[in-house]
């Protein structure tokens, strides 16, 4: 059974840095697209950054500038550069990986900005 795992969360102050990794558990055929979301209690799950097979990167504006995705093909992970943190970041992360079949989730990991 196929696994994403995610680590890298956990409490930081305003104006911090946290680098997530999502690390795939298990094989996915074709890798297509990686892409990191978020979602706070109450709110929708917001697509914050999105890399593509070749690398191209695509940014929400409301991160652009303070996170930037990346990914090592070799070793199946999706990182996420989370810096100059304010408190209204605080939210579960959660990976995403996509092929031409299906999409797989993480389960999340949360990042709690404190000020």
């Known amino acids: 059974q196929v696994q994403l795992v995610e680590s890298g969360g956990g409490l930081v102050q305003a104006g911090g840095s946290l680098r997530l990794s999502c690390a795939v558990s298990?094989?996915?055929?074709?890798?297509?697209?990686m892409r990191w979301y978020r979602q706070a209690p109450g709110k929708q799950r917001e697509l914050l950054a999105g890399?593509?097979?070749?690398?191209?990167?695509n940014y929400a504006d409301s991160v652009k500038g303070r996170f930037t995705i990346s990914r090592d093909n070799a070793k199946n992970t999706v990182y996420l550069q989370l810096n100059s943190l304010k408190p209204e970041d605080t939210a579960v992360y959660l990976c995403?990986?996509?092929?031409?079949?299906?999409?797989?989730w993480g389960q999340g990991t949360q990042v709690t900005v404190s000020s």
């Open positions: 995403n990986i996509r092929n031409m079949w299906r999409d797989y």
């Open positions: 890399i593509s097979s070749t690398g191209d990167t």
């Open positions: 298990g094989t996915i055929r074709s890798i297509g697209a």
